[in-house]
């Protein structure tokens, strides 16, 4: 299933930097789109608040366009970034806070 689920998200990629070609937002300026994903994290911090969940889905599926776009607009491959995350963190050690956050074992102090 998991295989099903990248291909289906390999498909989606495509057709969104189809979009993105079709419109000439590819070509765009990069800082332009950057704005664009502040504006949607801002959307999505008001669904947010509000608890309102199906503008979370919009939200958060409009910021990744938005990211996925804005990688292609700086020369960033969107996978080797997110790969590149996940092995900073795999190994980490640390401890998560009652509020749910992490804090990684080199930040805590004594």
């Given at each position: 299933?998991?295989?099903?689920?990248?291909?289906?998200?390999?498909?989606?990629?495509?057709?969104?930097?189809?979009?993105?070609?079709?419109?000439?937002?590819?070509?765009?300026?990069?800082?332009?789109?950057?704005?664009?994903?502040?504006?949607?994290?801002?959307?999505l911090s008001a669904?947010?608040?509000?608890?309102?969940?199906?503008?979370?889905?919009?939200?958060?599926?409009?910021?990744?366009?938005?990211?996925?776009i804005f990688c292609?607009?700086v020369g960033v491959?969107?996978?080797?970034?997110?790969?590149?995350?996940?092995?900073?963190?795999?190994?980490?050690?640390?401890?998560?806070?009652?509020?749910?956050?992490?804090?990684?074992?080199?930040?805590?102090?004594?």
């Amino acid at each position: 299933m998991v295989r099903g689920v990248a291909m289906e998200y390999e498909d989606l990629f495509k057709k969104i930097t189809a979009w993105a070609h079709d419109r000439g937002i590819d070509q765009a300026d990069p800082r332009v789109e950057f704005m664009k994903m502040a504006e949607e994290l801002g959307e999505l911090s008001a669904a947010y608040n509000k608890e309102h969940h199906a503008k979370m889905v919009d939200s958060i599926g409009d910021l990744q366009v938005a990211l996925l776009i804005f990688c292609q607009l700086v020369g960033v491959d969107h996978k080797e970034a997110i790969e590149a995350a996940y092995n900073q963190i795999k190994d980490r050690t640390g401890k998560t806070t009652t509020a749910g956050v992490f804090i990684k074992q080199s930040d805590l102090h004594d």
